[in-house]
């Protein structure tokens, strides 16, 4: 298997290439279950994080540690945006995106609960990987929507087209593949 | 003092107010929200390093509530951990697929542990992480991916309990059943 190797803070890891679309692959960049690289990214994020946001925002379920991470190393509290509608949700504000890695298009829901703690405050996203920019762009509506300002967008790689506006630690780029292998 | 909606909790120095939610099959319990709460997930971390059992090589735990937790358990021990999902995703390759077992009205489940994930429990020591053990049905699902990756359970530890699981399980503490 084809691997691309990345560095984050002091730790490497070789990323699997593999197809997500006919001609398409990218490295795959999992962080569940990795400690050591959620602990390197979370802290190294904390430190770029500018003095002035009062909150972190983040879509569940991949970058999630990251968020607890860099909650912890801020003292910033995070709210965590769900994928799914809960029974006990409040007014809850959603919208929808279609994402790379599932290609179908998937929900993004806000409590009701958590909209006071985002209106009128600067705001961090926080994610693993932003690549073609769906999700981050419906986060920001949703966020828009209830009154916050992002502030500043983070992640541990950008993918694709370079982004000035995310604060990254790397870059992925997209590979060109085979479209009859798989 | 409670009041009818809330339950007041104490793990660590950190006390919070749970709020009680109705679930699918119209009982009342306490919600537990460790995502965006790193002090509670500290907190409670801290307190279950002592119900990890020596002899464990490796933690699995499933997709949402309890994720924090366990990446923090995982830090504060040293002990890798492996994360089932509830749903399946494009680059699983080889995942193992289990039911979990019906318990709430006609509502299942099914846990998706994507295949070199399974692999690192082979042969292992696991210990299974949740945030709430209720009825167990989870924690069954998760022993059973446990067996077919070639694994060995060595225990269920969560940071509550509620009721009377079918399973021994290492808990902080029990939460009430009848709110």
């Known amino acids: ?182 | 003092m409670n009041n009818l909606n809330e339950l007041t909790v104490r793990v660590g120095c950190l006390e919070r107010r749970l709020p009680i939610v109705r679930t699918g099959n119209l009982e009342r319990v306490p919600l537990v929200e460790f995502m965006g709460d790193s002090a509670f997930t500290n907190a409670a971390a801290q307190e279950m390093l002592a119900l990890i059992p020596p002899q464990t090589q490796v933690l699995l735990t499933v997709v949402t509530n309890a994720l924090p937790l366990t990446h923090e358990l995982s830090d504060r021990s040293g002990i890798p951990y492996v994360c089932a999902r509830k749903k399946r995703r494009t680059y699983m390759h080889e995942p193992l697929i289990q039911q979990v077992p019906s318990m709430s009205l006609g509502v299942t489940e099914t846990l998706w542990l994507d295949g070199p994930h399974a692999a690192r429990l082979t042969g292992q020591q696991v210990t299974i992480v949740q945030d709430v053990i209720a009825s167990g049905g989870t924690a069954q699902a998760l022993a059973r991916l446990v067996e077919r990756a070639g694994g060995t359970v060595s225990a269920y530890i969560a940071a509550f309990r509620r009721g009377a699981p079918p399973m021994a399980v290492r808990a902080l503490q029990d939460l009430p059943t009848h709110l």
């Open chain 1, 1 to 182: 298997m084809n691997t691309f190797k990345v560095q984050v803070g002091a730790v490497t890891r070789d990323l699997p290439i593999v197809p997500v679309a006919p001609g398409v692959s990218v490295a795959l960049f999992n962080m569940l279950g990795d400690t050591e690289v959620t602990e390197a990214a979370g802290r190294e994020l904390a430190r770029l994080l500018p003095a002035d946001i009062d909150v972190l925002v983040t879509p569940e379920v991949k970058a999630l540690s990251l968020a607890h991470v860099i909650s912890r190393e801020s003292g910033k509290p995070y709210i965590v945006i769900r994928k799914t509608q809960k029974p006990y949700m409040v007014d809850p504000v959603a919208r929808e995106v279609v994402s790379i890695t599932t290609g179908k298009p998937q929900l993004l829901v806000l409590d009701g609960f958590d909209v006071q703690k985002i209106r009128g405050r600067k705001v961090a996203i926080v994610d693993d990987v932003v690549s073609s920019g769906g999700t981050l762009h419906s986060i920001r509506q949703i966020i828009d929507e209830v009154g916050g300002e992002v502030a500043a967008v983070v992640a541990v790689f950008t993918e694709g087209q370079e982004r000035p506006e995310v604060t990254a630690l790397g870059h992925l780029p997209l590979f060109e593949s085979d479209p009859t292998e798989r």
